[in-house]
């Protein structure tokens, strides 16, 4: 009888289990791990930023509702007690909530891949889940990719992951401007063979560096005209995947990588699914953040739409003006508003004031002769008489003087006064917060645009990324910021500052790179020790450059000089054997190929910079490093001229190294006017 109560009480579990395996899970990554909303992300998480007056994070659960998740997993990292009091406090909480459960998770994690790997330790997941970022917008139905998902898993277990993309133009408005992705696909399996992101200026990232095998199927696609909305369906092997693979931190450029690069070893499939006709894209950027906000009030994205009140409380209505208002609005008899604007209630708007195509939250008080044009403002905020504000943010609690010019581009953040008859400039990122005080921002994955093509706030690279640009009211001295961990301060006032830095893991991490180099070790396991050495010590990924760099630069002049019994090289020669050779060394610790703030690659050259300093022939190992890491596409063109025009490279000795440097800028500079002259002869020939 034994036996056969077993087999019963086994036959009676497995179908709780397949039942169980039924429920769908999501994972919802409310940390970006970015730095691109600054500065209004030293303060507030990007996905409980307001976009048509709702917080992002609205639209990501709304879509999640929809696609029949029971089980939402929120994954916090920076300000996630912020995070946590929102949802606890919204109607996702409620009884009536379609979810069965909604868990927030906080971490330490750093990156992406560190947040994985944490998910997989504490055993949440027990089926198919969806991998979605906080700032998904989307009115698709995911029941058609989930039901080809699960019938490729039951026959091929190896089927992971299944990438739900979007067909869109390649010149549509929500994709980069700068990097774009690139798929290769076999139309037949859906199966995805390459990725890669192609940048929009050098030549030589124009070509596909394709493998020959990928050829060897019988028909293939690729696919530039796809936006990534990062709407991953995922088996829990992806979630192994991440723990057995310390050095994949992103989605796509080491994780989807990855996973396709070692096809041929472990036999794991990537697969796509591409929505024609719905709408779905992340607002992965300011200049996605504007795209998307007019496609929000263009209603391409319905229901999803501010006369939806996603909100409780919320009572929009669209009005015969084309415009989206809230009951309580106070609008003046010769006020207009215009132009698929959105007014919240409580707001006052005085006589002759003219709002054309922007965002006004509740409670903001609007004087006379007041012109906002293309510009968002959030809750709060005051306007005087006779200001202008033209395609600029402006968040929570501001006060604009009177008589004053806000020019496109400008980001203010939150409370911050300007004073009357000022006139903000369109580089200006202006906040109150000083940044060496914080302590729970984060910061890695898109867009470039030159100023001259457009007049909108997220075609300004440097008003919409640089965070040199960042001031506030009480200090001038806001330094160049790069990518750190959500775990520790998130803005050090100068990443070279040596007693900011983890001294144990600084030396035991060079040593150990230096003899990988010596060794000739392949890049792969030099990246495995040392990934180990930074998640035990808590190691920024600054941290991490900074011993690359000088375990490079001691293997570059041992080298030169001859060392281990070999004859010496040139300079040139011996830079150039190393970061060729460990060219993936260097790839895997910067995390910024697709923004236009390039921290993490003006941070390593900074570093280098710093390195040649007091070398025999520093100023040359300056010029072969930088030209280098340049013709490798290690860093880009844009990382090279960022990190040059970055006040400390030019700071003390930092400058006495910088001249030999200089004919290479200024080759870089007057390449990239002849190319965008090119581009713009073009322009003209197509109309």
């Keep these: 009888m ?78 996630a007690g912020q995070v946590e009091d929102y949802v606890n406090a919204s109607k996702w909480k409620l009884p009536s909530s379609p979810f069965r459960t909604l868990t927030i998770l906080k971490s330490t994690a750093s990156s992406i891949g560190d947040a994985m790997r944490d998910l997989d330790n504490r055993d949440h997941i027990v089926g198919d889940f969806l991998v979605v970022s906080g700032d998904v917008i989307s009115n698709m139905s995911v029941e058609p990719a989930l039901v080809k998902h699960r019938a490729r898993r039951e026959k091929d277990k190896n089927a992971i992951m299944t990438m739900v993309l979007t067909e869109a ?40 560096n394709l493998d020959p095998e990928v ?33 994949f ?26 929505v024609a006709d719905q709408y779905a894209t992340r607002v992965k950027s300011l200049r996605a953040y504007d795209a998307v906000s007019k496609d929000v009030t263009g209603r391409w994205t319905y229901p999803l739409c501010p006369d939806s009140n996603l909100v409780p409380g919320q009572n929009y209505h669209f009005g015969k003006s084309k415009a989206y208002q809230e009951n309580g609005v106070i609008l003046a008899r010769a006020a207009a508003v215009k132009n698929r604007s959105v007014v919240g209630s409580g707001t006052s708007i005085g006589d002759g004031s003219v709002i054309a195509g922007s965002m006004l939250g509740r409670r903001c008080k609007i004087g006379k002769n007041v012109t906002i044009d293309g510009a968002y403002i959030w809750d709060d905020v005051t306007v005087e008489d006779g200001s202008t504000i033209r395609q600029a943010i402006v968040a929570n609690g501001t006060s604009i003087g009177k008589n004053c010019r806000v020019e496109s581009g400008a980001l203010i953040s939150f409370g911050v006064r300007i004073p009357e008859s000022t006139t903000v400039s369109g580089t200006s990122k202006i906040t109150r917060t000083k940044e060496e005080s914080l302590s729970t921002t984060s910061a890695d994955d898109s867009d470039s645009s030159s100023v001259a093509s457009s007049h909108l706030i997220y075609c300004n690279p440097s008003a919409s990324y640089s965070n040199s640009s960042v001031s506030t009211f009480t200090s001038s001295d806001a330094e160049f910021e790069p990518r750190v961990s959500s775990r520790r301060s998130s803005v050090r006032s100068d990443p070279s500052d040596d007693g900011a830095e983890n001294r144990d893991f600084h030396v035991e991490a060079t040593a150990s790179i230096l003899d990988g180099l010596q060794k000739d070790d392949a890049s792969d396991t030099i990246i495995l020790e040392l990934n180990g050495y930074r998640m035990s010590t808590n190691a920024s990924q600054h941290e991490v450059r900074k011993a690359i760099v000088a375990a490079f630069m001691k293997r570059i002049t041992g080298l030169i000089e001859g060392d281990l019994g070999a004859s010496g090289v040139s300079a040139h020669e011996a830079v150039k054997k ?33 390195e040649v300093l007091g070398r025999p022939n520093g100023d ?5 490093a930088a030209k280098e890491v340049w013709d490798l596409d290690i860093v880009e063109e844009d990382g090279i001229l960022q990190w040059w025009e970055d006040q400390r490279s030019m700071e003390g000795d ?13 080759y870089l500079k007057e390449a990239e006017e002849d190319e965008e002259s090119s581009d713009e002869d073009e322009d003209d020939d197509d109309e």
């Excluded at 917080?55 to 879509?63: D, G, K, R, V």
């Excluded at 408005?173 to 990097?179: E, W």
């Excluded at 990062?230 to 310390?246: G, K, M, R, Y």
Aim: aromatic letters at 10%; charged letters at 30%; hydrophobic letters at 35%.
């Design 620 to 624: 040359q190992l300056l010029l072969f």
């Design 249 to 274: 931190q992103s989605l796509r450029k080491s994780f989807l990588r990855g996973i396709l690069k070692d096809y041929e070893t472990y036999g794991k499939t990537i697969h796509t699914y591409v």
């Design 654 to 666: 930092m400058r006495k190294v910088r001249g030999l440097t200089e004919q290479f800028i200024v």
């Design 578 to 610: 190393v970061f060729t050779n460990y060219k993936a060394l260097v790839e895997r610790s910067m995390f910024d190929k697709e923004a236009d703030q390039k921290a993490d690659q003006v941070d390593f050259l900074m570093l280098i910079q710093k």
């Design 2 to 79: 034994a036996p056969k109560n077993a087999k019963a009480a086994k036959a009676k579990q497995k179908p709780q289990e397949e039942q169980r395996e039924e429920f769908l899970q999501a994972v919802v990554l409310a940390d970006s791990f970015e730095t691109r909303f600054t500065p209004f992300t030293l303060e507030r998480p990007r996905c409980l930023l307001p976009l048509a007056n709702t917080p992002l994070i609205e639209y990501t659960l709304e879509f999640l509702a929809n696609a029949g998740v029971q089980d939402v997993f929120v994954y916090c990292g920076s300000h």
């Design 169 to 208: 133009g390649i010149g549509h408005r929500t994709k980069s401007k700068g990097s774009r992705p690139v798929f290769v696909i076999d139309p037949i399996a859906e199966r995805c063979l390459h990725y890669e992101e192609m940048g929009r200026r050098r030549s030589g990232s124009r070509y596909l």
């Design 215 to 247: 050829l060897s199927h019988g028909e293939v696609e690729i696919r530039e005209d796809l936006i990534d909305c990062h709407v991953d369906i995922c088996t829990p092997d992806v979630l192994a995947q991440w723990s057995e693979n310390f050095d």
